[in-house]
């Protein structure tokens, strides 16, 4: 599929405030090791994080909107109507996720946006770039982005963050779903 654009990035939209009171209720829950995909077990070859999952409606309240500019401005014009809990990411030293893709259907309903909330300063920790495959020769290397930088793209296309070397990297991530493609 070719598209318009394969992100749309807010920089630096949400403030310290937010980043604060997520990372705090983040850290303040019990986090499991990630999985990979519906079989709900870690596969650290292919993922290594720590996350756990969170519903709070104020958070919601945040983002419901920047969700649909983006889907607006970028040219997708998804139709979707409700999120799935988001998931707060703690990334260590040597975490990453491999190339992958986060389009599936749950509930007879399909993934259609992704959207990365970066949550920590980029100073406090060193690799955990995120890049985007654009095609099947092409990445977009998005890099490291200001803390309060939100990054919606297609959940079809297939994205990866890279090790952590040092320090800790926290996002709260965050998807779209909607009826089947048509």
């Not at 983002?63 to 040219?75: L, P, Q």
Request: a positive charge; proline letters at 3%.
């Amino acid at each position: 599929m070719i598209l318009k654009a394969y992100s749309w990035i807010f920089n630096k939209e949400l403030g310290d405030f937010f980043c604060d009171d997520v990372v705090r209720l983040g850290r303040e829950t019990t986090k499991k090791r990630a999985s990979v995909g519906h079989s709900h077990v870690p596969d650290t070859k292919i993922r290594k994080s720590y996350v756990c999952f969170l519903s709070d409606y104020w958070i919601k309240e945040w983002f419901n909107n920047y969700f649909h500019i983006a889907n607006k401005n970028a040219g997708w014009n998804f139709q979707f109507h409700e999120y799935e809990s988001f998931q707060f990411t703690e990334y260590k030293k040597n975490n990453f996720y491999k190339w992958h893709h986060d389009s599936f259907i749950n509930d007879k309903l399909i993934r259609k946006l992704s959207g990365i909330i970066m949550l920590s300063d980029p100073k406090d920790y060193e690799g955990g770039e995120l890049e985007i495959k654009t095609s099947e020769n092409t990445t977009s290397k998005i890099g490291k982005l200001p803390r309060g930088t939100l990054v919606i793209f297609p959940s079809f296309l297939h994205h990866r963050v890279k090790p952590v070397t040092s320090g800790t990297r926290y996002s709260l991530v965050l998807w779209a779903r909607g009826e089947n493609f048509k």
